[in-house]
């Protein structure tokens, strides 16, 4: 059976992050949102990783706590609320962590996931992009690989201690279209022959370093695959489930942080004498966003409870991301309305939001994708 209730670990994570949230990250929001691009927030960062609440799914072999994923997202939630921008670079890290977790060997892990929770770093991954066509191959010489490929939209660019690449061998100009499926390698950083170009001014999520990387015959060898040659897919499949629900955790806080301010501001915003979420109109709006969010933290709770029971969820967790994604879009959007001409403003919190919201789904799978994926499940299913 499902328990939604928290338990006592699990409410102590949440009101540390909620504290650490409240306290380091909010008064700070402007500072973040006006950050240059490439620019990275370290000494917010260094807080958050001196009270522990990153890297919280590596194994107590690597010096993380090895939590579910149950109480990853309790954590989530409330970094998420607090900025989503800085919360993104965390996730980012995560989903690149979770891949090294799920595909690497047990050297591997001990050599590049222990180190992040040593010192206050990041690991970073190439982003599937709309912004220009990318593509990665590798040869292979000997027992090296070289890869090389243009405008690979890296998450956590320059600032990352290692990025996860997908690869294809290189066969062009070979008559034989038999080509492996794709590799994962990872790559270190500041190795000989990984650039970026300059960093992405983002719509929002600005506190997350983003740019397009080149590679330019970077020298690796077997020791930087994660799951063997061709195994790209396999790993990427296992470690899916946790990024998903990690991404829906994230909507959530934000869509919390709209929800906060829509009723702060309705209560303080009085006209014909009255507060205006006295107004059926505004309260309405208000009821409509408190329990969107109530059924998408159910929803993301069911696959983290569910993916922690080694169930396969693929549906739910789908469910969970494209429902969180589209119920953050209106929130914010809402929170907007409620505060009416000064939504608009940035000398309000809530346009933020909704800059922030529109980043992160530019960034990941449109809920569009993930309902025709659920569709083709269903129907094949059938």
């Known amino acids: 059976m499902i328990n939604h209730k928290l338990t006592e670990e699990q409410a102590e994570f949440q009101k540390l992050a909620r504290d650490l949230a409240s306290k380091e990250i909010r008064p700070r929001l402007e500072h973040l949102d006006n950050l240059a691009p490439g620019v990275f927030p370290q000494d917010l960062f260094q807080l958050l990783f001196e009270s522990g609440l990153i890297n919280t799914a590596l194994p107590e072999s690597a010096g993380g706590f090895g939590l579910g994923l149950a109480d990853q997202v309790v954590i989530a939630q409330q970094l998420s609320w607090g900025d989503n921008g800085l919360w993104g670079s965390i996730e980012a890290s995560q989903a690149a962590q979770q891949l090294v977790l799920q595909g690497g060997s047990t050297e591997q892990i001990a050599r590049y996931l222990a180190p992040l929770n040593q010192s206050p770093t990041l690991a970073g991954h190439a982003i599937a992009s709309a912004i220009k066509p990318a593509r990665v191959f590798y040869k292979q010489v000997d027992d090296s690989f ?3 490929g243009r405008n690979v939209l890296m998450a956590n660019a320059g600032f990352a201690e290692f990025y996860l690449i997908e690869a294809v061998e290189d066969r062009r100009g070979e008559d034989s279209s038999d080509g492996r499926a794709n590799t994962l390698f990872l790559v270190p950083r500041g ?45 990427v499949l296992r470690a899916r489930l946790a990024n998903l629900t990690m991404q829906s955790a994230g909507y959530n806080g934000l869509a919390r942080a709209a929800l906060d301010h829509a009723v702060q501001y309705a209560k303080d915003r009085t006209t014909f004498g009255v507060p205006i979420g006295n107004h059926q109109g505004i309260a309405f709006m208000l009821a409509d966003m408190a329990k969107d969010i109530q059924a998408s933290e159910l929803l993301t709770a069911q696959a983290a409870q569910l993916v922690d029971q080694g169930c396969n969820c693929q549906t739910q967790a ?6 969180a994604q589209e119920m953050a879009g209106k929130c914010a959007e809402d929170a907007v309305q409620v505060f009416g001409g000064y939504g608009f403003s940035r000398e309000y919190p809530v346009e933020k939001l909704m800059r922030d919201c529109k980043a992160a789904r530019a960034l990941g799978p449109s809920a569009d994708i993930i309902k025709a994926e659920i569709g083709k499940q269903l129907v094949t299913a059938l």
């Open 318 to 323: 789908l469910a969970a991301l494209a429902f």
């Open 146 to 148: 070289y890869l090389t």
């Open 191 to 235: 190795i000989e022959g990984l650039t970026f170009a300059d960093p992405i001014k983002s719509l929002g999520r600005r506190a997350m370093p983003l740019a397009l990387a080149e590679l330019d015959d970077v020298e690796l060898n077997d020791a930087h695959i994660i799951g063997g040659i061709g195994g790209a897919s396999s790993v």
